[in-house]
């Protein structure tokens, strides 16, 4: 029996490599993958190489300086989430259609726009040609599909309903992606507003008070400036010496939690804090839950199976605390528990999440069940997002207000102190 050699990867793309002898190359790539693990190439003993993976052409050839024009701006560029959202959807039309896979790939192909998600495209074209599915041709691009990607489409394969799972994978995203950016356009306006309000601030005690101070040295003549002036021009004269060390300060603040944010440790510390801030937490708290419930709900519903289900919900949860929580889920569940009263003891999720999940277990409806949660709760994320506004808004007037009132009223006292000596 011919001798083969063969290199592959596993989901995590760990390599692997070694000789088996097999009928044939098809006989090889079946071997493999019922081991687990991806294919990427195969080389007979002759020296023939049967690629699973495409590896670009040999250099010298005519595209070869094409090749390089198109790959530098590819390690700059990112898959946005419309650009994955729009291919997805017009990836599951085209399918539903009943076109085949690896023509639709090619199709939406030639109209990408995006140089990595097109660089993607072809390469998985060429995969599932050299007899890869569709989930394995997705997972050597983990920069671009995620886990959650990667097992609902593995799902709806083995499931035979691929188009019925992008569909719902589009809609997934749609709605994760909308309420993110609610969530953002909540937090954006108050950053944006204080900003501006720095920008003011740095203005008038860097270049109008020091001119009103030497005015004021002028008339009052030696005369002690009120108690509100005098505070106002000490932060000015002092204010170019401040405010590079609070920017400093601010900035290594910003570095230090990116690199906590690194750790276990310091990801669940910041995570805990930012659901525990004032106004904004009870709604990053809902946001977190909705994304958890939808996700699971998706998940189930596409055929994967529970506890796999919950590792990749953990694991694409975006939050630090709401993951250790779906871990101690999947560990419950694990042990033959069910997932309402786990819920319920790492304290996180409210009581109508738990009884919610409760009556989808009895009942065999839970996926279903999960995504009412996940819709109630991004309605609660858009009533807290219209509360916040409106809430947010005339406080930051009143605390622009202030400022401005206070250096306005500290500039003009010294004023009112001299008409009141002229008039005595």
Do not use: C, W
Request: glycine residues 8%.
């Amino acid at each position: 029996m011919p001798k083969f050699k063969f290199e592959a990867v596993d989901q995590k793309g760990k390599s692997y490599s070694g000789n088996v002898e097999a009928a044939d190359e098809a006989a090889v790539f079946s071997m493999i993958r019922e081991k687990g693990l991806i294919p990427t190439t195969v080389t007979s003993s002759d020296g023939k190489t049967t690629k699973a993976k495409p590896k670009g052409k040999k250099s010298g050839g005519k595209d070869d300086g094409m090749k390089k024009e198109i790959n530098m701006p590819v390690m700059f560029q990112k898959v946005g989430p419309k650009d994955l959202m729009a291919f997805t959807r017009q990836l599951a039309t085209l399918v539903n259609a009943g076109l085949p896979l690896v023509r639709g790939l090619k199709v939406l192909g030639k109209q990408e726009k995006n140089p990595m998600l097109k660089k993607a495209l072809s390469d998985m074209e060429e995969a599932i040609e050299s007899g890869s599915n569709f989930a394995e041709a997705l997972v050597q691009h983990p920069k671009i599909f995620d886990k959650l990607y990667v097992n609902m489409v593995k799902a709806g394969e083995v499931g035979g309903v691929l188009d019925k799972v992008l569909v719902s994978l589009a809609e997934f995203m749609e709605k994760i992606q909308k309420i993110k950016n609610k969530v953002k356009g909540a937090m954006m306006y108050p950053i944006v507003v204080l900003s501006l309000a720095v920008i003011i601030l740095a203005f008038l005690m860097i270049f109008i008070i020091p001119k009103f101070e030497a005015i004021f040295a002028d008339v009052m003549q030696g005369q002690p400036l009120p108690g509100l002036t005098n505070m106002v021009v000490g932060i000015s004269n002092n204010f170019i010496t401040i405010g590079p060390i609070a920017a400093v300060v601010i900035f290594l603040m910003v570095i230090g939690m990116k690199f906590a944010r690194k750790t276990p440790k310091g990801a669940y510390a910041l995570d805990n804090a930012k659901l525990h801030m004032p106004l904004f937490g009870h709604m990053f708290l809902k946001s977190s839950i909705a994304r958890f419930t939808r996700t699971l709900g998706e998940l189930m519903d596409s055929g994967v199976p529970v506890l796999q289900a919950l590792t990749i919900v953990g694991e694409t949860s975006g939050n630090a605390v709401v993951e250790s929580a779906v871990h101690v889920v999947h560990d419950a569940v694990k042990e033959g528990e069910n997932i309402a009263p786990t819920l319920a003891s790492t304290g996180i999720f409210p009581p109508m999440v738990v009884s919610m999940v409760e009556v989808g277990e009895e009942t065999g409806e839970l996926p279903q069940m999960l995504r009412r949660i996940a819709d109630n709760f991004d309605d609660e994320v858009d009533n807290a997002v219209a509360g916040l506004t409106s809430v947010i808004e005339p406080l930051l007037i009143v605390f622009l207000a202030v400022i401005v009132g206070t250096i306005v009223i500290a500039l003009f006292l010294p004023l009112i102190s001299i008409i009141d000596s002229l008039n005595a």
